[in-house]
C-alpha cells in the first residue's frame, strides 16, 4: 500500500527546526511549506490547502496560541489538524498546559523518529 503525499505548512522560528521538519517531512514523501514567521505563515494560507499544520507556540514577539485561534477562524480550516511545537514540558515529558485548537503537541528538539511515529496517525 502506498502512502499518499500530504501538504503540511510549518510555521517555526527556528531555522534548523524547519530544516529538520521540512527534510523529515520530504523524505516520507510529503510536500512541506515552511514560514519563519507569523504573517509568512498566514499568508501561505491564502494559496496552500494543507492536510496538517504545525506551529511553533513560542515564536519571538508572537504568540503561537492566538494564532492557532486565528487559523481555526479560516474559512476551510477550521477541520485541519493543527499539532503544536514546543519546548516547554513537565516532568514526565509530556505538555502540562492545555493547547487551545491544537489536536496534539511535537516536544522540541525533534527526535526523527519519535516525530514521524507520532504524526502519521495525522497524516493516515
Given at each position: 500500500?502506498?502512502?499518499?503525499?500530504?501538504?503540511?505548512?510549518?510555521?517555526?522560528?527556528?531555522?534548523?527546526?524547519?530544516?529538520?521538519?521540512?527534510?523529515?517531512?520530504?523524505?516520507?514523501?510529503?510536500?512541506?511549506?515552511?514560514?519563519?514567521?507569523?504573517?509568512?505563515?498566514?499568508?501561505?494560507?491564502?494559496?496552500?490547502?494543507?492536510?496538517?499544520?504545525?506551529?511553533?507556540?513560542?515564536?519571538?514577539?508572537?504568540?503561537?496560541?492566538?494564532?492557532?485561534?486565528?487559523?481555526?477562524?479560516?474559512?476551510?480550516?477550521?477541520?485541519?489538524?493543527?499539532?503544536?511545537?514546543?519546548?516547554?514540558?513537565?516532568?514526565?515529558?509530556?505538555?502540562?498546559?492545555?493547547?487551545s485548537g491544537c489536536e496534539g503537541c511535537i516536544h522540541k528538539p525533534i527526535?526523527?523518529?519519535?516525530?514521524?511515529?507520532?504524526?502519521?496517525?495525522?497524516?493516515?
Open positions: 500500500m502506498s502512502k499518499k503525499t500530504k501538504t503540511i505548512i510549518c510555521i517555526e522560528a527556528n531555522a534548523i527546526n524547519r530544516y529538520i521538519i521540512k527534510k523529515l517531512l520530504e523524505s516520507e514523501g510529503h510536500v512541506v511549506h515552511d514560514a519563519e514567521t507569523k504573517k509568512a505563515g498566514l499568508d501561505l494560507f491564502r494559496t496552500v490547502e494543507p492536510d496538517l499544520i504545525l506551529i511553533d507556540l513560542h515564536m519571538p514577539g508572537v504568540d503561537g496560541y492566538a494564532i492557532t485561534q486565528h487559523i481555526r477562524s479560516i474559512n476551510g480550516l477550521t477541520e485541519v489538524p493543527i499539532l503544536a511545537l514546543t519546548t516547554h514540558v513537565g516532568i514526565d515529558g509530556h505538555n502540562k498546559t492545555p493547547i527526535d526523527a523518529q519519535v516525530f514521524i511515529n507520532h504524526l502519521s496517525q495525522f497524516l493516515s
